[in-house]
């Protein structure tokens, strides 16, 4: 029996996808048979994503970007509609965060530099791709938040800043789903626990890593194709009437 794809036809564009989470999303969505866009700032990284993917004999679109700069990320995306007629699922994967400074020390650029990059990139796709969306009547936004939005780490040391703004992200799944379920769309949040993508491996040390580990019930850190699995089923119709939910990919790190 031919196998079953679960994105077949599906036009996928997924920010930060040239490491990391958001490179494992775009690779799985690609394996169920989306055609994949990455939106990424580090062109060697995502030239070396598209060339892994053609080798599996899947072409994936590259579009060098900031995403932190609105009137570039209205110009990329328009110029996706004008090519493609549609887009079907938005991954807001770009993100993260460089350092634990206690919260008398985060300068007022450090502040807003992360919440660039965690809260407003998203914003800036998720507006630009809302209105291609709602003519459509369908489509499927996922939002990449963090444990550290829903409680600090039980097992190691977490950093108010980005707290915030994977807090915000939450705040603006559930609102939005509101919104635009009218028009089909389902808006959703993935929150992943520690895993080790190259962000994480300069970010936390052994020690750390060692005891998120050791603490999680499941006494392991999850990999990164765990949360792809996680956003093909978000983007799947298996659930086409799941929205404004928070799923938790962290391997029981928190649990309440
Ligand atoms: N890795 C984890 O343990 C973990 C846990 C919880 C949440 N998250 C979240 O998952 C997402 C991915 O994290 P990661 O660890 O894979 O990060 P990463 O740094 O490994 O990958 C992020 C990608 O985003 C790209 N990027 C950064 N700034 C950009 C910009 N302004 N414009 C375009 N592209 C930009 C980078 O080039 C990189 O390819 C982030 O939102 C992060 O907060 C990660």
Same mark, same amino acid.
């Given at each position: 029996?031919?196998?079953?794809?679960?994105?077949?036809?599906?036009?996928?564009?997924?920010? &930060?996808?040239?490491?990391?989470?958001?490179?494992?999303?775009?690779?799985?969505?690609?394996?169920? &048979?989306?055609?994949?866009?990455?939106?990424?700032?580090?062109?060697?990284?995502?030239?070396?994503?598209?060339?892994?993917?053609? #080798?599996?004999?899947?072409?994936?679109?590259?579009?060098?970007?900031?995403?932190?700069?609105?009137?570039?990320?209205?110009?990329?995306?328009?110029?996706?509609?004008?090519?493609?007629? #549609?887009?079907?699922?938005?991954?807001?994967?770009?993100?993260?965060?460089?350092?634990?400074?206690?919260?008398?020390?985060?300068?007022?650029?450090?502040?807003?530099?992360?919440?660039?990059?965690?809260?407003?990139?998203?914003?800036?796709?998720?507006?630009?791709?809302?209105?291609?969306?709602?003519?459509?009547?369908?489509?499927?936004?996922?939002?990449?938040?963090?444990?550290?939005?829903?409680?600090?780490?039980?097992?190691?040391?977490?950093?108010?800043?980005?707290?915030?703004?994977?807090? &915000?992200?939450?705040?603006?799944?559930?609102?939005?789903?509101?919104?635009? &379920?009218?028009?089909?769309?389902?808006?959703?949040?993935?929150?992943?626990?520690?895993?080790?993508?190259?962000?994480?491996? #300069?970010?936390?040390?052994?020690?750390?890593?060692?005891?998120?580990?050791?603490?999680?019930?499941?006494?392991?850190?999850?990999?990164?194709?765990?949360?792809?699995?996680?956003?093909?089923?978000?983007?799947?119709?298996?659930?086409?009437?799941?929205?404004?939910?928070?799923?938790?990919?962290?391997?029981?790190?928190?649990?309440?």
């Amino acid at each position: 029996m031919a196998e079953i794809r679960k994105l077949e036809g599906k036009v996928a564009l997924v920010t &930060g996808a040239a490491q990391g989470l958001g490179e494992a999303i775009l690779k799985e969505f690609a394996l169920e &048979g989306a055609k994949t866009i990455i939106f990424d700032i580090d062109a060697n990284e995502s030239n070396r994503v598209k060339e892994e993917l053609r #080798k599996t004999n899947n072409d994936t679109e590259l579009v060098i970007i900031d995403v932190c700069n609105s009137d570039a990320v209205n110009i990329a995306i328009s110029n996706l509609y004008k090519k493609y007629k #549609k887009i079907d699922i938005l991954v807001n994967a770009v993100g993260g965060f460089y350092n634990f400074d206690k919260i008398t020390d985060v300068t007022d650029e450090e502040w807003h530099k992360v919440i660039n990059i965690n809260l407003n990139s998203a914003f800036y796709c998720t507006r630009a791709v809302m209105k291609y969306m709602e003519k459509s009547k369908s489509g499927r936004i996922i939002n990449i938040s963090s444990g550290a939005g829903i409680a600090p780490n039980p097992h190691a040391p977490s950093y108010v800043p980005y707290g915030a703004a994977k807090a &915000g992200l939450l705040g603006m799944t559930k609102l939005l789903a509101r919104d635009a &379920g009218e028009f089909g769309i389902t808006v959703n949040a993935i929150a992943p626990g520690t895993a080790l993508t190259p962000r994480v491996k #300069k970010v936390r040390d052994a020690r750390s890593i060692s005891n998120i580990a050791k603490m999680n019930p499941l006494k392991n850190i999850i990999e990164p194709v765990d949360c792809a699995k996680a956003a093909v089923f978000l983007s799947s119709d298996d659930a086409r009437y799941i929205t404004g939910i928070t799923m938790m990919v962290n391997a029981g790190n928190l649990i309440f």
